[in-house]
């Protein structure tokens, strides 16, 4: 056998610990595959005590990440500190520059340096693998760049993020609060150090900008991701989604469409027949739509430590086995600069959940507002809970009360001319909920 491909990890928390582990577990079977041992002989990390049940013994210790990135004991690096910026990014490039192989989790990282990262690594004749940014386990990074090389996609869609497929589907099955959910998804490793961006869509928008990158063969461009979270998601909103015959998923969508490549990240409405509906708990799914093969869905853990160590795994086997392939699909002289499709011109149907302050003429009010933007709605339910009706049965008070529209197919524009006209008219007693539904 050939000498080892000497690896180095930066960050061991959950996913860095799990990759030293299945290292040693799978030691031979990787050396087999590889064509030579894959070992790790160096470490860095923050806090040198701290128990990780894994043991370091001849390891090398590298207080200073930066040190083992530039060390000559490495060939390869591991990236697993995160964050967008400051030492992840200082460590990548001062790797890359060096000549060394790269291998990053870093969603982050990729969505805001991914082209300039990958430029450089090109001008040093080294790699830079990310299978575990996107998607987990889910082997879509090298399905897009790989196996559909031969294809134009059209589309590339799904549950990009563990932590709110979890939450969403805890808060719907078991009545849990977000709260809750989220303490969980914390406590199994699922959730980003700050879980903001696990809430707030942007873990998501990160790596759809990064699939968007691969599928359309365009640079990076997460600046043109549309993006909402879930954290305004009731469980009002869950149950009326049940009773229309839909689920509420977080999904990243990036399309083809007639003004650009629309990229977006926001609550979703899907029929609760479709598969993606039926992808619950920490579970991923990505689907890819391309002219030559059609259509495929993959599926499977999008989160945890052995969900992204498989995906570590096999970036660093292809790094051993000699296979340096260009990070994005092509040269990044190649890249086109992304056509960015705006928001406003998205079409589709709308779930809008209304605090209508319940008085004549409200309803009158809306149903002309809607009318006006030429918007068709396909049904209407004003939900009046049980407490409200009992304390006020003649609906005297004029209190809130929840109404919920289902639109036909119309565009953001005209939905967010029609609510802000009704707020204008001083129908509306809150901000409304507006979930877009996806029909197919
Ligand atoms: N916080 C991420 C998630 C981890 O929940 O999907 C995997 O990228």
Redesign the pocket.
């Given at each position: 056998m050939t000498a080892p491909l000497r690896v180095g990890i930066l960050g061991l928390g959950t996913v860095g610990a799990a990759v030293y582990q299945a290292l040693l577990r799978h030691t031979s079977s990787i050396a087999n595959r590889s064509g030579r041992p894959v070992t790790v002989t160096a470490v860095s990390a923050r806090d040198k005590i701290r128990d990780r049940g894994i043991d370091l013994t001849g390891v090398a210790w590298f207080d200073d990440p930066l040190a083992l990135a530039a060390s000559d004991t490495v060939d390869c690096v591991v990236e697993l500190i995160g964050g967008a910026d400051g030492m992840a990014k200082s460590a990548v490039e001062a790797a890359l520059a060096k000549g060394k192989h790269v291998v990053t989790?870093n969603?982050a990282l990729l969505a805001k340096h991914g082209s300039s990262l990958v430029a450089l690594a090109e001008k040093h004749n080294a790699t830079l693998n990310f299978e575990?940014?996107?998607?987990?386990g889910i082997p879509i990074v090298k399905t897009l760049r790989e196996s559909l090389a031969g294809n134009q996609v059209t589309r590339v869609s799904g549950i990009?993020?563990?932590?709110?497929?979890?939450i969403l589907s805890r808060m719907e099955l078991e009545g849990l609060t977000f709260d809750a959910c989220l303490a969980d998804?914390q406590r199994l490793g699922?959730?980003?150090a700050d879980?903001t961006?696990?809430v707030g869509g942007f873990?998501?928008a990160h790596?759809l900008s990064i699939l968007a990158s691969l599928a359309f063969g365009a640079e990076i461009d997460a600046d043109a991701v549309y993006v909402e979270g879930i954290a305004s998601i009731t469980p009002l909103d869950l149950i009326m989604a049940d009773e229309l015959g839909y689920r509420i998923k977080l999904l990243g969508v990036a399309e083809r469409t007639q003004t650009g490549i629309e990229q977006r990240v926001h609550p979703t409405m899907v029929p609760k027949s479709w598969a993606i509906a039926q992808v619950m708990g920490?579970t991923?799914a990505v689907n890819v739509a391309a002219d030559i093969v059609g259509e495929l869905t993959l599926v499977g853990p999008?989160?945890?430590g052995n969900?992204?160590a498989s995906s570590v795994l096999s970036d660093l086997v292809d790094i051993a086995r000699g296979i340096i392939l260009p990070p994005l699909g092509m040269a990044s002289s190649a890249l086109a600069v992304l056509e960015r499709a705006p928001m406003q011109r998205h079409e589709g149907g709308y779930y809008i959940r209304l605090a209508a302050r319940d008085r004549p003429g409200a309803a009158a009010g809306i149903a002309t507002r809607m009318a006006e933007q030429a918007i068709s709605l396909e049904s209407i339910v004003q939900k009046r809970p049980p407490a409200s009706r009992a304390a006020d049965p003649a609906g005297k008070s004029g209190a809130p009360v929840p109404v919920v529209l289902i639109t036909y197919a119309t565009t953001e524009e005209a939905i967010r001319k029609a609510l802000d006209a009704m707020i204008a008219d001083g129908h509306i007693a809150e901000p409304p909920q507006l979930i877009r539904i996806e029909r197919g």
């Open positions: 989790a969603k575990a940014a996107v998607a987990g990009l993020n563990g932590t709110c497929n979890y998804a699922y959730a980003e879980p961006f696990d873990d998501t790596k920490v991923n999008g989160a945890g969900a992204t």
